[in-house]
């Protein structure tokens, strides 16, 4: 677990952070993070990704990006909150390949309305923020 929340952070979270080995929880919450959204990009030389990661906390910084598709490689994840940064674009489809998602937290952020109907494949999230 790395739990760097509610310390007025500032800069770019580098996506070397998930070279970081057994990582379960990232905690990054309120801070004032920029940039895109620490996930490696689909072409990167990170091969593996986290999969035991099970909370990915990003809310209230000040990301500013769309989500990425490669959100999908994160299978073990049980809960997202990237509510409150000046994210754009669209909900990505991406989302939906999520199935061990329990709680998903996207308010307050720059989105397209459009909830994308891969969702409902969701079995388990029990909580959606998306106001």
Known sequence: KLDLS?????????VDVFKILHLKELIL?????????PLPKKNSYLLEYPNQLSRLLLGDNKFESSIPNTIEKLTGLKELRIDNNR???VIPTQLGGLKQLTLLSLSYNELKSIIPSE??????????YLH
Do not use: A, D, M, Y
């Open 6 to 14: 509610f310390n007025f952070f500032t800069g770019i979270v580098p």
């Open 29 to 37: 919450q309120s801070n004032e993070f920029t940039g895109s959204i």
């Open 87 to 89: 994210l754009t674009g």
């Open 119 to 128: 969702l409902k494949n969701l079995k388990k999230l029990s909580r959606v």
